[in-house]
Antibody, heavy 117, light 107 residues
Framework: QVQLVQSGAEVKKPGASVKVSCKASGYTFTSYDINWVRQATGQGLEWMGWMNPNSGNTGYAQKFQGRVTMTRNTSISTAYMELSSLRSEDTAVYYC??????????WGQGTLVTVSS | DIQMTQSPSSLSASVGDRVTITCQASQDISNYLNWYQQKPGKAPKLLIYDASNLETGVPSRFSGSGSGTDFTFTISSLQPEDIATYYCQQYDNPLLTFGGGTKVEIK
């Protein structure tokens, strides 16, 4: 069965960076895009960007351009999302999610990133 | 960027009621519109894709319609397990945008 398993919760100070991993299993990792979506407590879903694991091509929401980097290691079927220059407003649950055409069909369990001094 | 306006932001209905949620795109998105259900503490779940296609395993009381800029999501007979927040999402290759969400509660 398709699974996306994310790394554990993180606590970071303002100005630091965080890197979240997402290990895929149950399907061919390079055949589907990986999206990253975040959700602050009590708020809605916010799409951050996508990556094609086969080519490594990426596309980022304008809000995050310059601060987010999405990469992958195909040998271990793992995608990564790194967000830099963290501020308190970046405190949220971060999800990786598999893209199927224009929809998202599988989601990771989420990783809570807390930014606090 | 394409904006998605979802309404209402919350609603309260009785078990068995028909529930309708709307989503409006800021420009024509054809049928590139999906609907998700999210329960507290859980990841979202895909219910409807390409405006009107029911995802495998999703109960038939859920349905979607629309094209262009105006879309509708319907629960034909609200069940207690349908309590959740529902989101629309558009796809403007390769960018995605979510609506603000609709919280559905039982009256």
């Amino acid at each position: 069965q398709v699974q996306l398993v994310q790394s554990g919760a993180e606590v970071k100070k303002p100005g630091a960076s965080v890197k979240v991993s997402c290990k895929a299993s149950g399907y061919t990792f390079t055949s589907y895009d990986i999206n990253w979506v975040r959700q602050a407590t009590g708020q809605g879903l916010e799409w951050m960007g996508w990556m094609n694991p086969n080519s490594g091509n990426t596309g980022y929401a304008q809000k995050f351009q310059g601060r987010v980097t999405m990469t992958r290691n195909t040998s271990i079927s793992t995608a990564y999302m790194e967000l830099s220059s963290l501020r308190s407003e970046d405190t949220a649950v971060y999800y990786c999610a598999r893209g199927r055409e224009g929809e998202i069909d599988y989601w990771g369990q989420g990783t809570l990133v807390t930014v606090s001094s | 960027d394409i904006q998605m306006t979802q309404s209402p932001s919350s609603l309260s209905a009785s078990v068995g009621d028909r529930v309708t949620i709307t989503c409006q795109a800021s420009q024509d998105i054809s049928n590139y519109l999906n609907w998700y259900q999210q329960k507290p503490g859980k990841a979202p779940k895909l219910l409807i894709y390409d405006a009107s296609n029911l995802e495998t395993g999703v109960p038939s009381r859920f349905s979607g319609s629309g094209s262009g800029t105006d879309f509708t999501f319907t629960i034909s007979s609200l069940q207690p397990e349908d309590i959740a927040t529902y989101y629309c999402q558009q796809y403007d290759n390769p960018l995605l945008t979510f609506g603000g969400g609709t919280k559905v509660e039982i009256k």
